[in-house]
């Protein structure tokens, strides 16, 4: 193996606490120049937020080591689809989407539709902007940050992006470019952005689905760590991990043999 990817949550930390051996991990990365890129499905925060947090738990990270669907995008916008994007997100992730030119709300022909985390933003109006954009002719390209169906909020179950993204490729024909794990556009993100070959590339992650399932049908191996959302049946299943490690510090011992 030549690269890595690695997920943050379960892999790095749970909650609000590292795993141990973690900052250990990521160091011995750092000092070994071993190309690597952090995955995370995240779309609420920008990557400053995220760094702020394994700063507050002693891992050592820089943004430009993270990808999350939020940076994928505007990467992906830049190589497929130039021109102004609309964007439904979260405004305190607009400045991951610095690079690219961003649509007005009034502007009625636009390159791409990005359906973000949007949550309350919603409105009939936001939902048939997004669609009377869509159906232009020729067809804007809609990207989903991830495709997610719901969440648990404090007050109960919420809807997600995939509801929104499903009823605006329904109503407009336009198929969906999903970013985030476990789709494949942004695992080749993650390679183009290393400039690494999938199968000298090895994902590390405790979803044996988002990460190693999607790992694997990009052409990538997959180690599953046995912490974070991890269960024993989770070997039990169609998605068969190149390798189980008991956690992220079992990384670097295995490294040279992978
Ligand atoms: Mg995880």
Redesign the pocket.
Known sequence: MTALLI?????LYETDEPIAGASATIQWLQENDVPHLFL?NTTSRPRTAIVGKLAGMGIDVTAAKILTPLVAAAEWLSTNAQGPAALFVTPATLEEFESIDIAAADDMRVASVVVGDFGERWSFAELNRAFRLLMNEPQPVLVALGMTRYWKAEDGLRLDTAPFVVALAHASGVEPIVLGKPARPFFETALAMLGAAPGETLMV???IN??VGGALSAGIRGALVRT??FRPEDLDGDVRPDYVLDSIADLPQHWSSM
């Open positions: 997920d943050l949550d379960g892999v995370t992650g405790d979803d988002g990460d974070g959302k």
